[in-house]
């Protein structure tokens, strides 16, 4: 097999791996819905909630969003916009400063939350957030949470109320990685008929 066909099977290998990994992330949806009660617990030190009016908090540090100005709420947390990935970069601070004090503009931005206490991050997107005397409702897509190998995974809860998954846990995992060793199996045949052509 030559040294530009193995090079180039090492690209597709590469691409399709990150699109498994990529399709394997599992994506939790949350909703709080107008004058309701559902929390979001992401860790057991960390659970976004809402009131009918006002800002989101962290009802596992704090009964309610706090209203000193400028707001700390949700305590234990600390956004900034953009991806996770990029948070090297980033200068997080609260979540109202974040917003520019206007709330309802994060949606359909992406977010980097920083869970403070331990020391984690993931990925959040808003899809709705009431303004007003809308009955405090707000959604949003956040990432899977991946802890350190150094944390204890009972900082995870069992339950996130009203919190679905949007994929499951390793969906098209396998079927991808058939598809990549199918390929490999189809290119080095392709490259032995080409050698044996070519003597």
Not at 89 to 102: E, M
Not at 145 to 165: C, E, F, G, H, R
């Amino acid at each position: 097999m030559s040294l530009s066909v193995i090079t180039n099977m090492k690209k597709t290998l590469l691409v399709l791996f990150v699109i498994c990994f990529a399709i394997s992330a599992e994506a939790l949806h949350f909703e709080k819905t107008s004058f309701g009660n559902q929390t979001d617990c992401i860790t057991q030190r960390v659970c976004i909630a809402r009131g009918d009016i006002m800002q989101i908090y962290n009802s596992a540090l704090e009964q309610k969003a706090d209203g000193a100005s400028p707001a700390r709420s949700p305590l234990g947390t600390e956004w900034a916009f953009g991806n996770c990935a990029n948070k090297s970069s980033f200068a997080f601070n609260t979540f109202i400063n974040t917003s520019n004090f206007y709330p309802p503009g994060v949606v359909g931005r992406d977010m980097c939350l920083h869970l403070t206490e331990e020391d984690l991050y993931v990925d959040v997107k808003f899809e709705s957030y009431g303004g007003g005397d809308s009955g405090g409702g707000f959604s949003y897509t956040r990432g899977e949470v991946i802890l350190p190998q150094a944390t204890s995974t009972s900082l995870i809860p069992d339950n996130s109320a009203s919190a679905k998954s949007e994929s499951s846990p390793g969906s098209g995992f396998p079927l991808l990685i058939l598809i990549a060793l199918l390929f490999v199996v189809a290119a080095a045949a392709a490259s032995r008929k080409r050698n044996n052509k070519s003597k």
